[in-house]
């Protein structure tokens, strides 16, 4: 049976009353069910997520006194939108107090983010949403959105490729070649932050059109390796866009021993990319802070559940990009960053 908030919090035996802006209930629900909607389970950016999320839900439990039942779903692969819709469509079935979710089709998921808000379900977006930054479209549609500009990473990434050509000593002129999973708004922004940073600063090169791999590992090595063919001594750069471009950048510029002739830079952080960095074949990671994107998007799910109200002023919540270099990878806060899962409890 679908939950809706007020039954959920027991609106029938409820005090009015306030306490830092918040209403106060004589009696809470002794158990919460939530859901983190993965849009690839198997990927570990969004694994990284997972981990912000399930610690969230612990310190939620022990704040409220609760207890709360994660379930963790979705497709394996980001390509499977059509598997993600379904997924959707369960989750809302099974009546949650709370759906956390990311989405690489916006189109499909409005309707049925629709549908959980009218169910009474609290939803909330942690960095792939209905929108894109700082858009008031489908407010109605979800409750709050936690993500990581995606003109930002494209923008910072273009700046740390400038950085590293210098440090190099190769001339700012010719070609850099672009890659990115699949075909979507948020990609388009992150490709799009890259090429106008490079077109406002340096202008004499040119970024290639991007190269799309499904987020599979040997396309998107192929996919750099025809771009090494084609380009030759033009190429300069390689940006990768996630964290598969990034490996599939990094494996390609290894087996053809130009490592020290371009500047490749990578986008969330994997096991491949951290020791690429470490190897000095990848030359900096662009990370987002997966961990606390799922941790304030689930800690603002559940506490929206418990005090009837949404406790953020601002419906959409920026989480800037922070820049990696091999130097840093000593430090401990910078190894959590790459790798959240050091975060797990």
């Known amino acids: ?26 009696e809470a629900p002794e158990e919460l069910d939530v859901i983190y909607l993965s849009c690839s389970t198997a990927s570990e950016f969004w694994q990284y997520i997972g981990v912000g999320i399930q610690n969230a839900v612990l310190d939620m439990e022990e704040e409220y006194g609760i207890k709360i039942n994660l379930q963790t779903t979705g497709p394996a692969e980001e390509s499977q939108t059509e598997a993600y819709v379904t997924a959707f469509e369960e989750a809302i079935a099974a009546g949650p107090h709370a759906i956390v979710t990311a989405t ?16 009474g379900i609290v939803l909330n977006f942690v960095n792939c949403g209905l929108v894109q930054e700082d858009v008031t479209d489908n407010a109605e549609n979800y409750n709050e959105f936690y993500y990581c500009s995606n003109t930002s990473i494209g923008a910072l990434a273009a700046e740390q490729m400038l950085a590293i050509l210098e440090e190099k000593g190769i001339e700012p002129k010719g070609t850099v070649a672009m890659n990115y999973s699949v075909v979507n708004a948020n990609g ?37 390796e025809n771009q090494i063919s084609t380009f030759g001594d033009e190429l300069i750069g390689i940006y990768g866009g996630n964290n598969i471009s990034g490996d599939g950048a990094v494996l ?14 990578g ?10 960095l470490k ?20 800690k603002n799910a559940i506490v929206t559940v418990m005090e009837g109200e949404n406790p953020e002023s601002e419906q959409q919540i920026n989480c800037a990009p922070s820049a990696v270099l091999a130097s840093q990878m000593d430090d401990e806060a910078t190894q959590a960053l790459l790798d959240p899962t050091l975060l797990a409890r």
């Open 267 to 276: 986008v969330d952080s994997d096991a491949t990319e951290i020791q690429a």
């Open 188 to 224: 388009e922004q992150r490709m799009l932050g890259f090429s106008d940073y490079m077109a406002e600063n340096a202008p004499d090169i040119t970024c290639t059109e991007t190269y799309f791999n499904n987020n599979d590992l040997e396309t998107a090595q192929s996919n750099v």
């Open 104 to 119: 690489q089709v916006a189109d499909a998921t409005i309707p049925k983010a629709a549908e959980a808000v009218q169910q």
């Open 279 to 298: 190897d000095g074949v990848l030359d900096a990671i662009i990370v987002q802070d997966a961990y606390t994107q799922g941790y304030d998007a689930m």
């Open 1 to 26: 049976m679908r939950r809706k908030i007020v039954s959920a919090l027991l609106a029938a035996t409820m005090t009015i009353g306030m306490l830092s802006g918040a209403t106060v209930f004589a």
């Open 252 to 265: 390609a510029a290894q087996t053809a021993g130009i490592t020290d002739k371009v500047a490749i830079i």
